[in-house]
């Protein structure tokens, strides 16, 4: 039964899939196959991307003690639809001096980005939608991709702001991609594999029967989950990092030129790449669609997998609603000076877990080398500013 | 099938070339520049050099790109003004083609009928940088280190004037 459960988008599809086989070429048969994985892609991340967005405007507001939307449909939930419908018919406003067609290509080519990268991640046992051999790779790749549209749209806006926005947002996009990158070596290194259904598999088993194989767990896993999970949120631009879009500074960054569906269009590859890159967090270090405990096992992987995932977008929305927008120096200083020394730690340590034998006192050699470069760095970054009340000075 | 496929890539990436050597705004022609990568990687596709590919669109697209991008804004150019035609450039790109067919032709490995290409994993690669050709790779590191320190010095500010 559980079994049956688990596979039923799987038998959904080849169930789909046999009125065709026999009748058509296998070319044909697999063009359909793909695009079948495609409708279900965006069919699935587009609702959650819609309920996303009510979900975060309703505990944002319930952290700043308001109410959040709560006008359309039962407690707020079809506000989305209310939303996507004030885009479509919003007037799509092109500035005279723009480039024309880079200004219309950038938000397009953002959105393919953020939806290309979402096709590598397992979401389920035999639920990747692409299965790429490089597919960690490819996810980097096509990451890389969108610092080019950002510069697309902010230089097509023909907009000073737009361009200072994209700077910004290039700047802390290729800084936070080192850490981002390297926080993954690790997992690569240890598993031997850069193909997201391996990884996912070599973290199925459990230690004493209970605590699961996950490489969160290890030492070297939880320091690179942390910095993954930070870089995760710069390359998303989120707030503590949301200094690309600022609105109190630059309006809104690259975006500023865009209405309507454009920047509608934005607004959705922002959340999809959230997505993304929560869903490889998920995929790396929280053991992918597997039960966190073997004797859950017997529900579907797919729910496993997503659950993890809202854990991860929820504490998007957490940190979003505590933590003030930090500056570009104090930005660049954690990524090169904090970030990037701690993620080479990272693959040091995985390194020293994985040749001493993966057991109990590995871990613990694991943690001393963390430890070590972690004090060191603390002692070695130390300004010796002390902290006391701001004193402010005004213009009399 | 796979000339087919050849040609339509080798088409697009021929168009799009022209366009980042002809085309009058500079922005314009390192964008389509970017897209011509897009056309390379494909070919290391179409070869089932996987790993290949993706390394070039990562690094091409994703950092080289972006660093012609740069370059054209923080250099003292009009970045919407047209370009001229220089007849310099002519003679420097018909002397890095000749070089390079050159250089192709006389290969002998080109000659010889190629062998079914077998699946790479990450193992070999890592394999074949980390012990065949780390004397390479190591000179290569170095190399870009003293790059990346010279420039980190050109534009260091002198603090003592």
Known sequence: MSQSLDQIFIHAKQWLLSFLSGRASDLLIQIVSSLLNIVALLGVFLTLFALMSVLERKILGRMQNRYGPNRVGPFGLFQPVADGIKMLIKEDIVPARADKIVHFLAPVLIAAAAILSLGVIPYGRNMTPFVIDGGILFFFAVGSATELTVFMAGWGSNNKYSMLGAMRAIAQMISYELPLIITVLPVVMVVGSLNPDKIVFAQKYYYFGFLPHWFVLTPWGATAFALFFVSGLVESNRTPFDVPEGESEIVAGHMTEYSGFKYATFFMAEYLGMFAVSGLAVTLFLGGWHAPLPWLAFIPSYLWFFAKLSVLLFVFIWVRGTLPRIRIDQMMNLAWKFMLPMAFTCVVAAAVWHYAGHRLLAWLWSLAVIAVVYFALSIFLDTRKKFTPRRYRFVE | ?161
Request: aromatic share 12%; proline share 2%.
């Open chain 2, 1 to 161: 099938m796979n000339i087919f496929v050849f040609g339509i890539i080798a088409s697009f990436t021929l168009i799009v070339a022209l366009a980042a050597a002809t085309l009058p705004k500079l922005m314009h022609a390192a964008l389509s520049f970017a897209v011509m990568f897009l056309g390379i990687s494909a070919f290391f596709f179409l070869l089932g050099a996987e790993f290949v590919g993706l390394v070039q669109v990562f690094v091409y697209i994703g950092a080289v790109a972006v660093l012609i991008v740069f370059t054209i804004l923080l250099t003292p150019h009009d970045v919407g003004n047209v370009r001229g035609f220089g007849w310099s450039g002519v003679v420097v790109a018909i002397a890095v083609f000749g070089g390079l067919i050159w250089a192709i032709v006389k290969t002998k490995s080109v000659a010889i009928a190629p062998s079914v290409a077998k699946a790479l994993t990450v193992k070999q690669i890592g394999e074949a940088l980390m012990i065949s050709y780390v004397w390479p790779l190591l000179c290569v590191g170095v190399l870009l280190t003293a790059a990346l320190i010279g420039a980190l010095i050109l534009v260091m500010e002198d603090k003592r004037s």
